[in-house]
């Protein structure tokens, strides 16, 4: 049975199943051409007004959760905690321990600190006397260097001084000759001048 042509009834030519198809799928082609852009926008746009909204939800609720969590912590968490404490306590099958290690651990530090103390003592004491028997033999020692080196040093200076005296009287006699050329020898230069 063939089927009714586009348009009004009676018209000229019928239009076959496969042309009403391509023309169906041209229509649908060019109908998404044109949605297309308009969806990717829409798309855009509900985007953005989600990330709007959510940071507004965020902004309402950050404070809201953060005081409940300082209400949790300084009212609910304290009387938790107390209460888990109790039910341990009640249902701990170990007996409580004595009191006697901790006291005897103490009281063996301290007898161990003593100790330690009276040998640190005992020791310094001996390096106090090493140290001042050494510190005397040091000066000692000092001592006799400078004054062998004072003796060695004023014995000097009086051979240097005899040297200089020696040389003194030796250059005497021949500074004057040597002075006298000199004076001579100058004289006769202004003269011939």
Excluded: C
Excluded at 86 to 96: E, G, M, N, T, V
């Amino acid at each position: 049975m063939p089927l009714a042509p586009f348009g009004k009834r009676g018209t000229a030519g019928a239009v076959l199943p496969e042309t009403r198809m391509r023309l169906t799928k041209t229509q649908l082609m060019q109908a998404a051409e044109r949605v297309g852009p308009m969806a990717a926008h829409a798309r855009e746009a509900a985007r953005h007004a989600a990330n709007e909204r959510l940071i507004s939800a965020r902004g309402w609720a950050a404070p809201r959760i953060d005081t409940a969590a300082h209400a949790f912590e300084d009212q609910l968490a304290p009387k938790v905690a107390a209460m888990l404490h109790q039910a341990a306590a009640k249902i701990d099958p170990s007996p409580r321990s004595s009191r006697k290690w901790p006291m005897l651990l103490l009281l063996t530090g301290l007898a161990a600190g003593a100790a330690g103390f009276a040998m640190y003592r005992k020791n310094a004491e001996q390096w106090g006397e090493t140290v001042k028997g050494s510190a005397a033999d040091a000066s000692h020692w000092v001592s006799d260097k400078a004054r062998t080196a004072a003796d060695k040093v004023s014995g000097a200076a009086g051979g240097v001084k005899n040297r200089a005296e020696e040389f003194g009287h030796k250059a005497d006699p021949s500074t004057d000759e040597f002075g006298n050329k000199i004076s001579t020898e100058t004289s006769q230069v202004s003269r011939n001048v």
